[in-house]
């Protein structure tokens, strides 16, 4: 029951899912639009009326503004409409100020997928959450990030001169980093993992992903059974033990799979993808290589040149607002496309270029606002630990196949590359 952005993605028209000759601009529909105007009337594949939001500070805007809501359970799912309802909402994008285009739906709900929440649920499950995400906890897992990632580089040279980075290296940090924040035993990584692969690759077929995605729900609760029962210093355990009223136990499974999702194949493919970019800008690789303290900068440039949701992130407007003079009627569901709002002009110049040396500024790759990613600390430094340990201990990595071979994962909501085989002498 809850909206798949994945699903607003099958519903855009072609030029706005396909990328040019750059694997890493934008689609050219999306600058199109941008062109006339940074808040765009949008009519899906189904016929559902949607808004388009590509310029900064208009998507800052609306990120930021109550009026718009993230409850998938309220507000339905413009992407599986039934003929009367695109009608309706279609009619109410049409008039004048609307006493509502479409009736919400109410459901109760006992979860903790809190980035499918309004506030006031979201704000206690937020605050629960990032008490959780200490200083010290972040700390003592960066050391553990430089471990795991040194290991999968040694693995990687003592197995030959070629690999696929994706699964020998930018899969398995994320997923590792995982396991320390939940405290899986190392007995169980490897079925955690697998779980984890099956269930959020958007390439397997339907139902095998209903099928591991089940399971891994079973594993998760599993662990809570555990956490319950035996001490720990995981964020699970944490979250149990230090909360008053208690969160159930399927309000901590699906805190625990939200987590999972959120930090997996997101970070992964910042790796995956940052890899390929950094190789296709050599000067640049050589810049950072030559001055390891620009890092930090290159983090948050690849950031937002890369830009990896796309189209991910929407919200439903709970009453009419206008926004850059255009009227967004309640029920309407907005669009924000990250990737053209973070190549705004108006705030970077020559925006389409990749600069590690960019003085750092305020990017949409995060989001903002309430939702703003909780994990964007972690995320940083796995990228941090990642990328700096690769280029620093493979200084001849380079990829095995032309550029334009690498296949891209244009069709899915988190940007990235499918596979990245590099070699290396
Ligand atoms: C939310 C991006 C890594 C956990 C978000 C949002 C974005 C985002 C854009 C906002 C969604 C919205 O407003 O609807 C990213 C990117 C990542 C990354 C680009 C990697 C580079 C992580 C990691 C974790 C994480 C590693 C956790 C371990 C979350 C959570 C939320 C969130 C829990 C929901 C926050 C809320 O609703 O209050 N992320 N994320 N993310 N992210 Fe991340």
């Given at each position: 029951t809850t909206q798949s952005p994945t699903q607003i993605r099958r519903m855009l028209p072609a030029d706005m899912v396909e990328r040019g000759r750059?694997?890493?601009?934008?689609?050219?529909g999306v600058r199109e639009r941008r062109d006339q105007g940074a808040v765009q009337p949008l009519t899906l594949l189904n016929g559902a009326p949607t808004w388009l939001v590509s310029g900064l500070p208009e998507a800052r805007a609306i990120l930021a503004?109550?009026?718009?809501?993230?409850d998938r359970m309220r507000y339905p799912d413009v992407t599986t409409l039934q003929p009367h309802e695109v009608e309706r909402l279609a009619a109410a994008a049409g008039?004048?100020?609307?006493?509502?285009?479409i009736a919400p739906k109410v459901e109760s709900r006992t979860d903790?997928?809190?980035?499918?929440m309004d506030p006031p649920e979201h704000t206690r499950l937020r605050r629960l959450l990032t008490g959780q995400f200490t200083v010290r906890r972040m700390k003592a897992l960066e050391t553990r990030l430089r471990e795991i990632a040194v290991e999968h580089i040694e693995a990687m040279m003592a197995a030959g001169?070629?690999?696929?980075?994706?699964?020998?290296y930018a899969l398995p940090i994320p997923s590792l980093a995982i396991c320390e924040l939940l405290g899986v035993d190392y007995a169980d990584r490897a079925e955690f993992q697998e779980r984890t692969a099956i269930a959020l690759?958007?390439?397997?077929?339907e139902q095998e992903r209903v099928q591991a995605g089940l399971g891994l729900y079973g594993f998760i609760q599993g662990l809570v059974t555990a956490k319950r029962a035996e001490p720990g210093d995981d964020i699970l355990y944490g979250l149990i033990h230090d909360t008053d009223p208690p969160l159930t136990d399927a309000q901590l499974t699906d805190v625990a799979l939200l987590l999972l999702g959120a930090g997996h194949e997101t970070t992964a493919n910042m790796l995956g993808l940052g890899t390929f970019a950094l190789l296709e800008h050599p000067d640049q690789l050589a810049a950072l290589r030559a001055d390891p303290a620009l890092m930090d900068n290159a983090i948050e440039e690849l950031l937002r040149y890369l830009s990896?949701?796309?189209?991910?992130v929407s919200r439903v407007a709970i009453e009419d607002v206008t926004v850059d003079g255009v009227r967004i009627p309640a029920g309407g569901t907005v669009i924000i496309a990250t990737p053209e709002a973070n190549r705004d002009p108006r705030q970077w110049e020559d925006p389409d270029r990749f600069d590690v040396h960019r003085p750092r500024s305020t990017h949409l790759a995060f989001g903002h606002?309430?939702?703003?990613?909780?994990?964007q600390q972690l995320a940083r430094s796995e990228m941090r630990v990642g990328l700096s340990e690769l280029i620093t201990r493979m200084p001849?990595?380079?990829?095995?196949?032309?550029?334009?071979?690498?296949?891209?994962?244009?069709?899915?909501l988190i940007f990235g590359v499918h596979s990245l085989p590099v070699t290396w002498s």
């Open positions: 750059c694997p890493f601009d934008p689609p050219s503004d109550p009026r718009f809501s993230s008039s004048g100020p609307s006493a509502g285009g903790g997928m809190f980035v499918f001169t070629e690999a696929d980075l994706v699964p020998a690759n958007s390439t397997t077929p990896i949701i796309q189209m991910g606002g309430i939702h703003q990613c909780l994990g001849d990595l380079r990829l095995a196949v032309p550029a334009d071979q690498v296949p891209l994962r244009n069709e899915m």
